[in-house]
């Protein structure tokens, strides 16, 4: 099961299938607008390999962002973990994987909705810390952990990492998958977005 939730100020989100999930699309995004159009196709692509190829066998959750993959849930055997990873490996423009499919039983109906729970309060404590870009981060939760993807300083990622650590006893673990920029680069790709919403006015 996926849930995916719109951000602030309107932007729009994908629906994606598998683990908890928000995506900031356009308000905001430090992607560029082709890089979200490749995201949007490498999501689809994957979502359609998984669900032809490997149906009932696995239960997971594909998330894109900024031409990264994170592949989270479950599958029965090792073999099919590593099948999954070889296959979405042959869509193009992927500039790397992050296999976090855990080997065992598709995951219980209750795990679900805690997941669920604990994705909305982890959302809530980003949206409240200003020095957290959350309109260019992208937050998975499965099995409760906390997967973090985006265009990020590294003071943001460690604002962030801390924020989401500190949100509920219950997470068990956070990880970052962050790309991290430096000051000057957030300057230039906050006035390109900057420039680009004017244009569209």
Do not use: W
Not at 6 to 28: H, K, R
Not at 88 to 102: D, G, V, Y
Not at 115 to 139: C, E, G, Q, R, W
């Amino acid at each position: 099961m996926c849930v995916s939730l719109s951000c602030l100020t309107g932007c729009l989100a994908l629906v994606a299938v598998g683990g908890i999930t928000e995506t900031a699309l356009i308000l905001g995004d430090r992607r560029p607008l082709g890089v979200v159009t490749l995201d949007r196709g490498i999501q689809l692509e994957a979502d359609s390999i998984i669900s032809q190829k490997f149906q009932d066998n696995v239960h997971v959750s594909v998330n894109v962002f900024n031409q990264k993959v994170l592949l989270t849930g479950e599958a029965k055997t090792q073999e099919l973990k590593e099948q999954i990873q070889n296959s979405i490996a042959s869509i193009k423009n992927i500039r790397s994987t992050a296999n976090e499919i855990q080997i065992g039983l598709p995951s219980s109906t209750s795990s679900r909705l805690s997941d669920s729970s604990l994705f909305t309060l982890v959302k809530a404590k980003l949206i409240a810390t200003t020095d957290v870009p959350t309109n260019s981060i992208k937050i998975t939760v499965e099995a409760g952990s906390v997967y973090l993807m985006g265009i990020t300083t590294d003071i943001e990622a460690k604002a962030a990492a801390t924020v989401v650590s500190k949100s509920s006893g219950s997470i068990k673990q956070v990880v970052k998958l962050f790309d991290i920029i430096s000051e000057e680069e957030k300057k230039k790709l906050t006035n390109a977005t900057s420039s680009t919403n004017k244009t569209k006015e």
